[in-house]
């Protein structure tokens, strides 16, 4: 599974977000998106699940251009995290399994919950799977913390059979323990998988086989997280200031 972005632009009216962009994805191993808001990475994500078309330029997976497919078989082989998840008023299987929820799906369900960091919860709760979140309709139902929401939306994206796993910012809301884990899911994701993450936070954009920094809806520096700190660029600059966050 390859995906393929050949001299993408993406613009909105006059306004132009994304400028030449290129690089190949491959299968079995996780790329990192950063740069500022704005910078055009969320758009970037967007025009890799066609929620939006290109400007100019194309997208391939495959070999074969993504509009050439049929838009719903191309997004199932996608999960993903977005910063504005949702959780519904569901239970906890229907929610992982963004749907119908049955006992023979149990397995991949708490493996998914397990591999995003929200297995400690879940033993404590009696109904398991069948516990339902928020008390929209349920006055006995749960409702979860930030962190705890993002955990059930990581298994979503997990528990899905997909090729191309799409996070966008996964740890925002997760303390450094619980970020420190979902880590070592995303490489381990990746052994199987296309990962493609934006993320802030250079401990988690780190463990990335590439790292693409953008700034101008451009692609300024691009390498692993050691080839870009002998770089001595904006990405090394950026990681110096977060880690002094962390000396004391």
Avoid at 110 to 125: H, V
Avoid at 131 to 155: C, M, P, V, W, Y
């Amino acid at each position: 599974m390859v995906l393929d972005l050949r001299n993408i632009d993406k613009s909105f009216g006059e306004k132009e977000v994304l400028k030449g962009v290129s690089f190949t994805a491959e299968g079995g191993k996780a790329f990192g998106l950063l740069g500022r808001n704005g910078a055009g990475k969320t758009t970037l994500t967007k025009l890799l699940m066609r929620l939006y078309d290109v400007t100019d330029g194309a997208i391939f997976y495959n070999g074969t251009d993504i509009r050439n497919y049929d838009i719903s078989s191309f997004r199932a082989h996608i999960g993903s995290v977005f910063q504005d998840y949702k959780i519904f008023a569901a239970t906890i299987g229907e929610n992982v399994m963004g749907g119908t929820y049955t006992d023979a799906q149990k397995e991949a369900v708490e493996s998914a919950l397990t591999a995003a960091g929200f297995s400690e919860k879940y033993q404590k709760l009696p109904q398991k799977a069948d516990t339902e979140l928020t008390r929209e309709f349920d006055e006995k139902g749960i409702n979860l913390s930030g962190g705890e929401g993002q955990k059930i939306a990581i298994a979503r994206a997990f528990a899905q059979n997909s090729d191309i796993l799409i996070l966008d910012e996964p740890s925002s809301a997760l303390d450094p323990i619980a970020e420190y884990e979902l880590n070592k899911t995303i490489e381990a994701a990746a052994k199987d998988r296309t990962v493609i993450f934006i993320s802030h936070r250079l401990s988690t954009t780190r463990m990335a086989d590439r790292i693409y920094l953008f700034d101008g809806g451009k692609i300024t520096e691009q390498g692993n997280h050691e080839e870009l700190m002998k770089q001595d660029g904006t990405y090394a600059k950026m990681f110096r200031v977060q880690a002094k966050k962390y000396q004391g």
